[in-house]
């Protein structure tokens, strides 16, 4: 329902609690707004949801998904991939964007996925963030959308700048905007956050320009302007 409009200085004043169902809000809104939000990234298993988040970094997901079917279908396993002749590699991943650095990191995880962990994708955040050309990021997306585990926040772009624009955080750093977002929102919904986020970044809450007028959050938004 529709409540007063919070202004800035409220909203950073607010208590945890306050915080917290203001976000349960954001999200009970944002799922009826956005109720097919899921992983753009297309995939069947968690190799090759962790590849084509490691081909992502500075790259669309768009053109990550025009990529990946050629990919996935040369390389299908670790021990594939940890075989691949580098040079193939960067052909195949040369329009995703700093190719050779995606290139290496790809041959470099399939060789850790075979000689640490049998081949497989672990399931633990620990042993992801150790793997060649993955973070904190790129393993609570694998972890979150290959695993349904809920560890963490994925805080990408949109979701750093429309969470700061909510005053849910006013951190600019990743770690610490996912820190301050794993404070206020449920933790079973921590994975679907960032998607919703996403979509509303794309959809509605644009960079550039964000749509105020045809907002569902312009009430429970403090930066919202008409």
């Not at 909203?11 to 939000?37: F, M, Q, T, V």
């Not at 988040?53 to 050629?70: F, G, H, W, Y």
């Not at 404070?183 to 550039?208: E, M, Y």
Request: proline share 5%; with cysteine.
């Amino acid at each position: 329902m529709a409540r007063r409009r919070l202004t800035p200085s409220a909203a950073r004043r607010e208590s945890k609690k306050a915080r917290r169902a203001r976000s349960e809000e954001i999200l009970a809104r944002l799922k009826r707004e956005y109720p097919d939000s899921r992983c753009a990234l297309n995939h069947d298993n968690p190799l090759q949801l962790l590849m084509a988040t490691i081909l992502s970094a500075q790259c669309t997901d768009k053109r990550v998904n025009m990529v990946t079917p050629e990919l996935f279908a040369r390389f299908p396993t670790a021990a594939d991939l940890a075989a691949a002749e580098l040079g193939e590699l960067e052909e195949l991943v040369r329009t995703t964007g700093f190719f050779r650095n995606k290139a290496r990191s790809l041959k470099g995880l399939g060789q850790a996925l075979v000689d640490e962990h049998g081949g497989e994708v672990p399931s633990e955040m620990g042993a992801l963030v150790r793997l060649p050309g993955t973070g904190r990021k790129t393993a609570n997306v694998v972890l979150g959308n290959a695993f349904g585990i809920d560890e963490g926040v994925v805080v990408d772009t949109h979701v750093g700048r429309i969470s700061r624009l909510l005053v849910l955080t006013e951190e600019k750093d990743p770690v610490k905007v996912e820190r301050d977002l794993m404070a206020v929102v449920p933790k079973s919904d921590w994975t679907l956050w960032a998607h919703l986020l996403i979509d509303h970044g794309r959809a509605v809450c644009k960079a550039r320009r964000p749509d105020c007028g045809a907002c569902v959050l312009a009430d429970l938004c403090p930066s919202a302007t008409f």
